[in-house]
């Protein structure tokens, strides 16, 4: 006797079928989306710059010291999570959304420490600690926006265990 193939999906291909789009099937062990992996990715790299900006630009030990604690944070923070990830575990919104917090405090960091951002009487300093305050205001901004992002979309999926459709 000969089997007939036939165009229903077997037993293990109904499970995986994501009910939102009928025409889509995910595969086991598929992981996070690419794009969170490279915007943890990139969130990481906004916190070394952090880090590193003081160094660029001159500045008082207090904001020195600062943007090496909160830059050292999110590049840390959000490396973990791209390693998560990369790994095949699921992205950590706890982790994020504290990046998101971190991102913001370095926005407000250059208006809480005032005068501080520049190095005393040095020629220039102005500039440098103008040219600080909008690094992190710029960076601050961006790396909050995307980590943001990334904790909403790892939100959006389904919980592990959850049946197939669930979100």
């Known amino acids: 006797m000969s089997e ?12 995986l079928r994501d009910e939102s789009d009928p025409g889509e099937t995910r595969t086991q062990g598929q992981g996070e ?27 008082a030990a207090s904001t020195l010291w600062n943007n090496v604690i909160v830059g050292g944070a999110v590049f840390l923070l959000a490396g973990y999570n791209y390693y998560r990830i990369v790994t095949g575990h699921p992205t950590s919104t706890g982790v994020m959304s504290l ?5 913001l405090w370095t926005i407000v960091a250059p208006f809480a420490f005032a005068g501080e951002f520049a190095v005393g009487a040095v020629a220039g300093a102005d500039v440098a600690a103008e040219g600080l305050v909008w690094s992190n205001v710029v960076v601050g901004a961006l790396g909050a926006l995307i980590a943001a992002y990334v904790a909403y979309a790892a939100g959006r999926e389904a919980p592990a265990g959850a049946p197939v459709g669930a979100r």
């Open 4 to 15: 007939s193939p036939t165009d229903e999906p077997t037993t293990d291909e109904a499970q």
């Open 33 to 59: 989306p690419e794009d969170q992996k490279w915007l943890s990715g990139i969130v990481s790299l906004i916190g070394l710059w952090v880090l590193l900006s003081p160094f660029v630009y001159e500045a």
């Open 99 to 103: 990046v998101v917090l971190l991102g």
